[in-house]
């Protein structure tokens, strides 16, 4: 089944459409009709192109927001492997993941929350302030990160 499509075109199209006529050696209906399909599908792909494209770019930016919020999490997992003290028992280095999430020396087991107290009477010769203190600025980051995570609903 088929209908016909009346269009009036320039004479520079009717010309052009005569040449691949000929060269392909169809009659001038059926090139108009097999030109009109390719451009037809052209056009369908180039629209499914752009999709495609745009479909890449939203990945590409959902990609580098979720490394730009790993990277105070990559710095605070750096930041807990390094040393922030010695073992007041044992004298031995004191990582900040011994010294927040074990509480205790890896070499001779003694209690590291000494090191932690408010009281000030207590020996803190074993922390290094500073060092510490950048501990807790990457702890911090890192946790106000995973609040607006939260609060955004993690998209
Ligand atoms: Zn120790």
């Not at 922390?127 to 890192?142: H, I, P, T």
Request: with cysteine; aromatic share 4%; glycine share 10%.
């Amino acid at each position: 089944m088929s209908q016909t499509i009346y269009a009036r075109v320039s004479d520079q199209l009717k010309a052009a459409v005569d040449e691949h006529a000929t060269r392909s050696g169809q009659t001038l209906a059926s090139a108009v009709a097999d030109l009109l399909d390719r451009g037809l599908q052209a056009t369908a792909d180039e629209r499914s192109i752009e999709a495609l494209e745009e479909n890449v770019r939203s990945l590409q930016a959902e990609v580098e927001t979720y490394e730009e919020r790993e990277k105070p999490l990559v710095a605070f997992a750096q930041r807990t492997a390094l040393k922030v003290g010695s073992c007041p028992s044992c004298g031995h280095d004191v990582s900040g993941r011994d010294l927040l999430v074990d509480g205790q020396c890896r070499n001779c087991g003694a209690n590291l929350s000494p090191l932690l107290a408010p009281d000030p009477k207590v020996d803190k010769g074993g922390l290094n302030e500073g060092d510490f203190k950048l501990l807790l600025g990457a702890l911090g980051l890192a946790l106000a990160v995973a609040f607006v995570t939260q609060q955004g609903g993690g998209g």
